[in-house]
């Protein structure tokens, strides 16, 4: 074992060696479970991480805040190229390892605007932009860090982020004067004491050395020279993991003691009290509420627990003689890869629960889907909600219940209609297309419709067709043709009895047709459709004009009387009768409007012939008297005649 140890500690010493042969400008600072190295070089993104990568690590991320002040410590400690002082208000920028991905585009929502850690992980909630990143989706974009150089260390300056282009080997960005590394180890020993005179050297496992490590990685070496010089001796040791969770040298007690110093050189070397002997030799001890530790030099609470190893919600028990502790989490979390912290169980992943599962903190708990509830003593998980059921039904006519569901449905000459679909509209039969249902008048109704002839006309038996109905020669005394007696409300069918023409020289009928003013059902709405023309009767000489306009009535209220019809009647007065006042109101109108323009022509016609006769130019004659025409024939009577003025 000894002899695997050391030929391990030669090859570590002579790797040392050969990368001292080419060791770079560099800094170093390791804290917690990391180690950050910055570098000056422009280079690229992609060559400085794989310059990082060579080593074991990536480029930088900072994903928290004390993250940052580690990186900002060890930029602090980076020493200036030629040796000099960095200038005064100059900003520096070096790579990270924040990346996005050509094709990948800005997300402003979140924190790291759509960039990724080289590393991987999840997105994180610390960020320190510099400015707006700028939204392209088209190229590869790279992050680095802002920050002036000659400021010193402080949490208020902490450096900016700034994102750009990524640069290549053969076009790297003129900007970047170096990187940041990360090493990522599972954990740490302390820095070795010195009891007297020497020096101590740390070589890294990523071919970094230092003098003055806060904290020293795992399977780092340290080469220990006691005495001015190193003439005393000189020491290897390795920093191993003793324990779960423990790593130190294997050392025992202070190096490089001397009696000439005692306990008055670095402490003895010891972490708390030294105690000194008579013949200048001297021990290390601690203080009440510690124990000392294996080293001889480091001290530990007697209580495990009393510094609080265990984060979150993880219960810190001791371990036997108070040398090492557990953390326990409490039922529904489990350790996380410390083996110091808990992290939520998600118990949906065994779906316990019927139909959803919703993951809480520590537990879980079972919903319903919707149009479901939960069940009762003796049923399922979840049972059906019957969303049919009486006083909560939706629908506005049928409902019909479905698992999880319902639908909604109308009845005949209904449509669903309504945004969510409960609601059910009436469908007009009579503007359906074309000419409508019905040979003669339509009279719709709510849920269905009616037809109607007009008069001297009968609704067939098929309860759509039109036939001539009988004429007579007065005024029929009977009910209206194609009217239906014993019906409800508002569904009688206007008719009129037409009679015959005379023997009339002229050709012309002696007996005006009559016509019974046909009843229309209460607000009732009357469409007009385009007119039919319907067929002459049988009888000689016997026919029918069609009217000009088929009216189309739509009745109010609903009524179920025979199961053929439905009507509806409404508020107001019988629109029937308007349409005849209308009707026979137009026709006067009409007529007077003709009587008016046949006066206006005669009055314009007598006085244009009035103007024309006073234009009229006058003769040379016009001023002479001519003697009438009677007294002429007297002096031309005969003379033979026995009485003067009379012939023979």
């Known amino acids: 074992m000894a002899t695997s140890t050391s030929l391990l500690l030669l090859l570590l010493l002579l790797s040392q060696r050969w990368a001292g042969a080419s060791t770079e400008t560099q800094a170093v600072v390791c804290a917690g479970t990391a180690c950050y190295t910055a570098h000056w070089g422009k280079l690229g993104a992609a060559e400085a991480q794989v310059h990082c990568s060579k080593n074991g690590g990536n480029l930088a991320t900072l994903r928290t805040e004390e993250e940052a002040q580690h990186v900002q410590r060890t930029l602090a400690q980076l020493p200036q190229p ?29 924190p790291l605007k759509g960039f990724s850690w080289v590393g991987g992980g999840e997105d994180t909630t610390y960020a320190n932009w510099h400015k707006e990143a700028r939204s392209s989706c088209i190229s590869r974009r790279c992050v680095s860090l802002m920050l002036d150089l000659s400021q010193p260390p402080h949490t208020s300056r902490l450096p900016k982020w700034s994102e750009g282009p990524c640069g290549s080997p053969s076009s790297t960005v003129s900007n970047i004067e170096g990187f940041v590394c990360k090493f990522s180890f599972k954990g740490m020993c302390r820095p070795l004491a010195l009891g007297g005179p020497g020096w101590v050297n740390y070589t890294t496992p990523f071919r970094a050395t230092s003098s ?40 025992s007690g202070p190096l490089c003691v001397s009696p000439e110093y005692g306990c008055n050189f670095n402490n003895g070397g010891c972490q708390q009290d030294c105690f000194e002997g008579g013949d200048g030799s001297f021990r290390c001890g601690c203080r009440p509420g510690f124990r000392l530790l294996d080293d001889l030099v480091t001290c530990t609470s007697r209580n495990p627990c009393s510094s609080s190893p265990c984060g979150g919600v993880a219960t810190c028990v001791p371990g036997p003689l108070g040398k090492n502790y557990t953390c326990l989490c409490p039922a529904g979390y489990q350790l996380d890869s410390t083996r110091r912290d808990c992290v939520d169980v998600d118990e949906c992943q065994d779906s316990p629960c019927a139909q959803e599962c919703i993951n809480t903190p520590g537990g879980f708990r079972c919903q319903c889907w919707v149009g479901y509830e939960p069940g009762g003593p003796g049923e399922g998980a979840c049972r059906d909600v019957d969303e049919c059921a009486g006083g909560r039904s939706p629908c506005a006519q049928s409902c019909t219940n479905t698992d999880g569901s319902f639908h909604c449905s109308c009845e005949d000459g209904y449509v669903l209609a309504g945004e969510d679909g409960t609601q059910c509209q009436d469908v007009d039969e009579c503007e359906g297309p074309g000419d409508g249902p019905c040979d003669g008048l339509c009279f719709n109704m709510q849920g269905s419709f009616r037809c109607g002839c007009f008069p001297g006309w009968e609704l067939a038996p098929d309860g759509v067709s039109c036939t001539m109905g009988p004429t007579s020669v007065g005024p029929s005394s009977g009910p209206l043709q194609g009217e239906n007696t014993g019906a ?26 009559t016509m019974r003013r046909p009843f229309l059902p209460p607000n009732a709405s009357i469409t007009l459709a385009p007119p039919k023309t319907l067929t002459t009767s049988g009888s000689p000489g016997v026919w029918m004009q069609p009217s000009n306009h088929q009216p189309t009535v739509t009745t109010g209220h609903e009524e179920s009387t025979g199961g053929d019809f439905t009507v ?49 130019p006058q003769s040379a004659a016009d001023s002479y008297s001519w003697v009438p025409e009677r007294a002429e024939s007297r002096a031309m009577e005969n003379q033979y005649s026995p009485t003067p003025g009379t012939d023979c």
């Open 212 to 251: 003055s490590l806060e904290a020293v990685p795992f399977a780092s070496v340290a080469d220990v020279a006691c005495g001015d010089g190193g003439q005393s001796g000189q020491y290897f040791f390795l920093c191993k993991e003793k324990a779960i969770d423990v790593f130190d040298w294997g050392s």
């Open 568 to 616: 509806q009647q409404r508020d107001d007065g019988t629109d029937g009768q308007k349409l005849l006042l209308f009707y026979i109101l137009g026709t006067v109108v009409a007529i007077l409007l003709l009587l008016a323009l046949a006066l206006g022509l005669l009055v314009y016609r007598k006085r244009r012939a009035k103007r024309e006769k006073e234009k009229k």
């Open 82 to 110: 030629g040796l000099g002082l960095p200038p005064v208000g100059r900003m520096s920028k070096f790579w990270i390892g924040l990346q996005r991905e050509k094709g990948k585009c800005l997300d402003p929502s979140l």
């Open 488 to 513: 409800r409300d508002g569904s009688l069918v206007p008719s009129a009895t037409m009679s015959s023409p005379t023997g009339d020289p002229k050709g012309t009928s002696k007996v005006a047709p």
